[in-house]
């Protein structure tokens, strides 16, 4: 008895896994892309400099901002006087060189803004940026 061992349907792609990976790689790069725009949108004046250097923020660059009442936040999270002071404890543990950039409007109060300067000196934070306005 012969057996016909030749196969009648040809080989092909699944479409439906690729149209599923194509799509969940789009939600990815979407979600990705407005968590970094969050932090810009915070409303803040900053004081203008016509001679600070255009500078792209690092990727690891950690951001406290202070507002117009002085208010801090942590990226664009609101935070305390004691969650920076954790942040920074935690960031000079894992690399004692971590920048740190602060952003304040320009009608914050001096005393806020030496705050965080202080906590950042107290923890051997010393890559310490103001956030400028440059035109």
């Known amino acids: 008895m012969r057996i016909d061992l030749q196969d009648d349907e040809g080989i092909e792609v699944q479409m439906a896994p690729l149209i599923d990976c194509v799509f969940l ?9 407005t968590l970094k725009k969050i932090e810009k949108e ?10 600070a250097a255009r500078e792209v923020p690092a990727s690891n660059m950690l951001t406290v901002s202070i507002d117009e ?12 006087s004691g969650m920076v002071f954790d942040r920074f404890k935690e960031a000079a ?3 004692p060189d971590q920048p740190v950039r602060i952003n304040a409007d320009r009608r914050a109060s001096w005393e806020a803004v030496m705050q965080v300067l202080e906590l950042a000196k107290f923890e051997g934070l010393t890559d310490v940026r103001p956030g400028t306005n440059s035109q």
């Not at 790689?25 to 892309?33: E, M």
């Not at 915070?42 to 400099?49: A, E, F, G, I, T």
């Open 25 to 33: 790689l789009l939600i990815f790069f979407l979600v990705a892309t």
């Open 42 to 51: 915070l409303p803040l004046d900053l004081p203008r400099s016509e001679l």
């Open 69 to 80: 009442q002085g208010q801090l936040y942590l990226g664009s999270e609101p935070a305390t």
């Open 93 to 95: 543990a894992n690399d």
